[in-house]
């Protein structure tokens, strides 16, 4: 058996692991611990949820120490003597023999050998084994930050305040002699609004209220003793309150906007006004492209979409609807693709800034893309913008308007080669680098023979038969001077006043290669400019330069189109020609007996506007000449007063006091008491306001005249 020396020393390693493990797991508890009481300090149980979540961290934390010191008292010195063997090789692996007896010599001796060298190496006065503490003291000082930024700094309550009483006046009500008369104590107005809006309930300042399309508004009201409540929304049938001991609520949602009364046991209130705020639609604005853009030849073809989304309260999805209208006539073909928008911003105003790839798309030369965003807002509103046209030019149809004409080209179709030569030049620059020196150099000059073929061909219609005089110069170099005695053959200068060179300008020649009267001077000078970068082309070309050339031949190409719009010629259709008719012959001849003049009768029945209004005025008038009124002309301002009402119902808000005292005036008619002059006022004007202009009517003119001009009619009326 080990010595208890022995047993000893790993029985206070044990401890010492036991210990060390056991405060980690103390601090760990003790950071979520100050986390859970700084909260329960700062707010004392106000708030529900916060005193809820603080409980839950206080349980969970003691819960987990607790289990974390049963898992680590499980530990025993066999765990021990393992560990020992694993950290010092002196012990020969053989530290589990001190735990039992030897069963023979050889185990005596070894365990004699591991006490000899677990003495010597006093394991129990080293650290031998080491923990990993960093992110336990990183999440202690993390608690403590945030707990003193909990009870320190600066924050928001986060207690729902109360919501305030609002205060509803009742006019028509009699003066409370006693205490037992049935009040209103309390009156709450929560708001809902709809889930599109994204907005939190709130509670109403004040009945008067302007509330989201949609939103649900819940009357609370709390009385001293059982009453009948109701809502009576623009004199239509009231709503009930649903009874819960001395409270009574309501809740319902609203789509028009109106005014509206609480009736208490029969009496009403004063009007207050319901706004909806009704959804608007998202609204799209392009700013760029134009709305019809066109890719000329050369162009990239590529179009920078640009555009801003709005809405009030976000846009849920936003896309594009493109389509590609390729082919002409009735062999054109429609694809339809929608494509994703690159939102950024918010969702309340969205920006979209893309690049639209007209190759991606599978257009070429002459088709056409019609594209359009639309938008759907949270709720049910969506909108489109206008159609966009997007056209890539087609240089092999020749552009013609509309007209009332029939169309004579007599230029040949000649054109569609130099768009191949530029066509073959861009491929030759793209696949440069995949080929071999000596093959680029081939097809460069290859394509150089092609531009001199194209420009021979054109040649022939500047009169230019013969190579020797193709070219900028006629085929004399460019910028060469020539003198006298140069070598050239110059020929002997002809006198300008000869007559030959007077008659020259309006001879007609056709043997001369410069002379050639095919086009107009403008036309033909249009020809020969394409001629001459038809010959810059060619020498880059020549000279293994395609890159260079490119420019030229663009150039080349633009100027043949326009050689070729101003070539078109029209000649007038012919038609049927009337033949005039004999106006003096036939006028006035013709029989007109079987001619009635038409003739029609209606009844036409004029409905009266506002006759309870016009009542109510004429009743007003008669008042205040007598001063006197009957109980039953309350009725008589009643209807006029749901008129009024009914007419203000677009305008929530306007002649609201009008409203309250015309229903001031009715209650001290019913009761028999003096009549309020303010209110008077007040009810005369808002009548006056609402009713039509009258339509004018002719009135005889009343002629001021003086004595003299009396006195001459009365001299003529003698005559």
């Known amino acids: 058996m080990a010595t208890p020396e022995s047993i000893h020393i790993l029985k206070r390693i044990r401890g010492q692991y036991v210990q060390a493990k056991l405060w980690l797991f103390a601090l760990q508890a003790l950071a979520a611990i100050l986390v859970a009481v700084a909260i329960l300090w700062r707010w004392q149980f106000e708030t529900p949820l916060l005193t809820t979540a603080a409980l839950a961290i206080l349980f969970a934390a003691i819960l987990y120490f607790i289990l974390r010191w049963r898992s680590v008292s499980k530990i025993n010195l066999q765990h021990v003597t393992r560990h020992l063997n694993r950290q010092y090789p002196q012990l020969q692996d053989s530290t589990e023999l001190l735990l039992h007896e030897p069963e023979n010599l050889l185990q005596k ?5 591991v006490t000899e060298a677990l003495q010597q190496l006093h394991p129990e006065q ?33 207690n729902t305040p109360q919501p305030k009483s609002i205060k509803v006046d009742f006019p028509d009500a009699p003066v409370a002699i006693s205490d037992t008369a049935t009040k209103i104590e309390k009156i709450e107005i929560a708001i809902t609004p709809p889930a599109y809006t994204s907005k939190s309930t709130y509670q109403a300042e004040n009945p008067n209220l302007r509330v989201e399309e949609g939103a649900t508004i819940t009357w609370r009201i709390t009385t001293n003793k059982p009453a009948k409540l109701q809502l009576e929304l623009n004199e239509q049938k009231p709503i009930n309150f649903k009874k819960q001991g001395n409270s009574y609520t309501l809740a319902r949602s609203f789509t028009t906007s109106g005014l509206y009364t609480i009736s208490l046991n029969g009496q009403k209130s004063a009007f207050y006004t319901l706004e909806i705020i009704p959804d608007e639609t998202p609204t799209i604005q392009i700013q760029k492209p134009e709305q019809y853009t066109e890719v000329l030849f050369g162009q990239p073809q590529r179009v920078m979409l640009q555009a801003q989304l709005t809405d009030d309260y976000g846009i849920r999805d936003a896309n ?28 309340k105003n969205y920006s979209v800034k893309q690049t639209l790839d007209l190759q991606k798309l599978g257009m070429t030369y002459g088709d056409e893309l ?8 949270r709720h049910r509103s969506y909108t489109r913008s206008e159609t966009y046209f997007v056209q890539i030019e087609d240089t092999a149809i020749v552009e013609s308007s509309f007209d009332m004409s029939m169309g004579v080209n007599p230029v040949p179709e000649y054109f569609r080669s130099q768009r191949q030569i530029i066509i073959d030049t861009e491929k030759l620059l793209n696949e440069q680098k995949s080929i071999s020196r000596t093959a680029f150099e081939e097809r460069s000059n290859n394509l150089g023979v092609d531009q001199k073929l194209l420009r021979l061909r054109y040649g022939k219609f500047l009169g230019e038969e013969f190579e020797s005089g193709i070219g900028p110069g006629g085929g004399i170099p460019e910028g060469e001077e020539h003198h006298e005695n140069d070598g050239h ?75 070729q719009q101003s070539q078109r010629a029209y000649v007038a259709k012919t038609g049927f020609e009337a033949p005039p008719l004999k106006e003096p012959e036939l ?14 009768s209606r009844t036409i029945v004029t409905e009266k506007q506002l006759p309870h209004t016009k009542a109510a005025l004429q009743w007003l008038a008669k008042y205040k000449q007598s001063g006197k009124y009957k109980p039953i002309d309350a009725a008589i301002l009643e209807k006029a007063g749901q008129e009024l009402a009914q007419q203000k119902l677009s305008k929530p808000g306007s002649n609201l006091k009008a409203l309250q005292d015309m229903r001031t005036l009715i209650s001290e008619i019913q009761t028999g008491k003096a009549l309020c002059s303010s209110c008077l006022v007040s009810v005369e004007r808002a009548w006056t306001d609402l009713l039509p202009p009258a339509t004018q009517t002719p009135q005889p003119q009343q002629a001021v005249r003086s004595k003299l001009a009396k006195q001459y009619l009365k001299q003529l009326n003698k005559k």
């Not at 390729?326 to 690159?342: D, H, M, P, S, Y």
């Open 320 to 347: 594009m609807i493109a389509t590609v209208a390729k082919g002409t006539g009735e062999a054109v073909k429609f694809r339809e693709e929608k494509i994703k928008l690159n939102l950024s911003g918010s969702a």
């Open 126 to 158: 080293q650290k031998t084994f080491t923990l990993r503490s960093t992110a336990t003291y990183s999440c202690l000082g993390l608690a403590l930050i945030l707990s003193v930024g909990i009870l320190y700094l600066p924050a928001t309550p986060l």
């Open 489 to 563: 053959d110059h020929g002997q200068s002809e006198d300008k006043n000869s007559p030959a060179a007077l008659l020259d300008p309006y001879m007609h020649k056709h043997d001369q290669e410069g002379e050639a009267t095919f086009f107009e001077p403008m036309v033909k000078a249009k020809l020969k400019g394409a001629l001459a970068q038809m010959w810059k082309a060619e020498l880059h070309l020549r000279t293994h330069k395609p890159k260079e050339a490119l420019p030229y031949e663009y150039k080349a190409l633009r100027m043949l189109k326009e050689v």
């Open 109 to 113: 001796l070894q365990q004699q050998r």
């Open 370 to 377: 019609y594209f359009y965003l639309q938008a759907w807002d």
């Open 587 to 600: 006028r006035l001849t013709g029989e007109l007996n079987k001619i009635t003049a038409p003739s029609d």
